[in-house]
């Protein structure tokens, strides 16, 4: 079946240390996305790419670093400048040519810093 | 910029009744509007997305949403809910034609069942 890997499904960290959160999708979509959700606030947006080689900064994207070498790999790197890092983090991916085709998320990363 | 209120935070509803769960955004374009699921510590699933066409849009599992361009509105409706609905809900919208980057998600709606 084909979807999107999120791994691993709880992650605790010190504070101070730099944590990779891990994507891979095999559904062979082009753009990939990494979300935040913190209680009440919705989704918000860390990173995307629409293409492999290539990222750009969504909303929140100071803390955060990504890259994106394969078209089925999208890891996010939480560092240790981000002031708030607990939170529920969750990956998704989409067909290039926008919203016609529905975002495919993963089941979720959820990270406890301490 | 777009922006989406969900006007309720929690909705509790009873065992075969039927539920409402309200959106208003807002935008000075035209916009496609979605409505997700969110079971518990899993991601988001799709469960309808008006993008043109008809303003009344059908789901899965029984849900429809209604869009209302006079009242920049797109609330999500069942007539008769189940134990398995119990969830968050979330209502997302984005300028037409545009990619994924520029959705903005409302902050959610938990419902809950009662039997």
């Known amino acids: 079946d084909g979807g999107i890997t999120q791994s691993p499904k709880y992650l605790f960290r010190k504070e101070g240390q730099n944590v990779t959160l891990s994507c891979e999708q095999n559904l062979n979509h082009d753009a990939m996305y990494w979300y935040r959700q913190d209680p009440g606030q919705g989704l918000r947006l860390i990173y995307y790419s629409q293409i492999v080689n290539d990222f750009q900064k969504g909303d929140i994207a100071e803390g955060y670093s990504v890259s994106r070498e394969k078209k089925e790999s999208f890891p996010l790197t939480v560092t240790s400048a981000q002031k708030n890092p607990t939170a529920f983090y969750l990956c998704?991916?989409?067909?290039?040519?926008?919203?016609?085709?529905?975002?495919?998320f993963g089941n979720g990363t959820r990270l406890t810093v301490t | 910029a777009q922006s989406v209120t969900q006007l309720d935070s929690q909705v509790p509803v009873f065992e075969e009744a039927p539920v409402e769960l309200r959106c208003n955004y807002s935008s000075s374009v035209s916009v496609y509007l979605f409505w997700y699921v969110q079971y518990p510590n899993q991601g988001l699933q799709l469960l309808l997305k008006y993008l043109s066409g008809s303003t009344l849009v059908k789901g899965i599992n029984g849900f429809e949403a209604e869009f209302n361009k006079s009242q920049t509105s797109f609330h999500l409706r069942k007539p008769s809910v189940h134990i398995s609905d119990t969830a968050e809900y979330f209502c997302?919208?984005?300028?037409?034609?545009?990619?994924?980057?520029?959705?903005?998600f409302g902050q959610g709606t938990r419902l809950t069942i009662n039997p």
């Open positions: 997302a919208v984005s300028p037409s034609g545009q990619g994924a980057q520029k959705l903005v």
């Open positions: 998704a991916s989409s067909h290039r040519q926008g919203l016609s085709s529905p975002l495919h």
